[in-house]
């Protein structure tokens, strides 16, 4: 995450000739995508921060170009899922890591904390002979209003000459209090990123993620759910084939039952409680309360995956003919979540329209975009 590992990342991938492709499917980059799973399940599911530690031995040349690349794929996962609240969460974690991995850095500290502020100046405690770090009060004062707690406040800190002391405080040695800041430049380096790479980025390529992204939402949603409603999807953003379901069924048409299984378990992947999923058959010819609640349940229950479109159009439940909707006659569309995620995409670059165009990033081209 540091502004550096741009350039490093880029000389990772063209070093060892690895392509997105196969940073998604080649055998041998397995441990590098388990690893990104690894740190993207614990933004994820850990709220109160992530451990920091890493079962990856960094002493050798394939432990660091692992643990690098795993950062990029989960990097390019987040992207790809045009998740806001993904965004945020794995950023957190991230940051939280690197809160937690510079604080221990004696011997980069320095160098570190540089990248990130526009200076640093360090010297002897006169009472504990511990190191203490001045940061320039620009940065402090920029930074300090995202922090809570009263040593965050400016009156509150001993000031010379336009530097700031981050003294030892509350448990933490001084880099450690200085860290904390750090993070805080972290945070906003991670979020232009991620949205720089997500406005560049085409459904092609996108797509290429599906899986992952799926994955990860998913446990997002189960994570969440307590948290805050998941409405993620506007209707807007529904693909045909979903949208038809439960027209159907609102206007009392028959559906079939691939249709009903389909609906069903494609409400639940955009989050709908079960009580919600029930109501869209609630105008079924055939409507009881009790079966639907019963069938909704076990969809629910056993994590159904919605059918994928090569399913749907053998079981003439999808609606449209070349021509109809420009996205699915796309090739590369073969799951209505890749529709969803498409719609999202649109809707999150909608506002930047006249930026980097949808197709810059194109598939293959990560090593010239890599952070
Ligand atoms: S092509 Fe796929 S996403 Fe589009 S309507 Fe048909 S089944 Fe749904």
Redesign the pocket.
Known sequence: MLPQGREHMRSVLSENGITVEDLIEAPWLEDVRNRGRLRLLESVMHRDGVDAATVVDLSTDLGRMTESLSFLHAMLVVCASFDERLLARWIEGEASRADQLFGMDTDNFDKIATSYLSGLKEEQSSGTREIEYWVPMSDFIELCPRISGNYWRLANRPLREGWVCMNASSGEDSRQRTSRLLKERVREYLDKSCRERMERMSDEFAALFSEPVERITGLLSERVSAELPMSAAVREDW???FESAVSELNQGVNVNHVGRVFLASFSRSLGHSQEQTCAFFSGAPDYNAETTSYQVSHVYEREYTPHG?AS??TSAR???NIGD?RL?DQEW?TH?LK?LRAKQRRRFQAPTEAGPTQESEAKGSVSGNSS
Do not use: F, G, I, N
């Open positions: 693909p045909p084939c479109c749907l159009k999808c609606p449209v909707d699915c569309m209505p529709y």
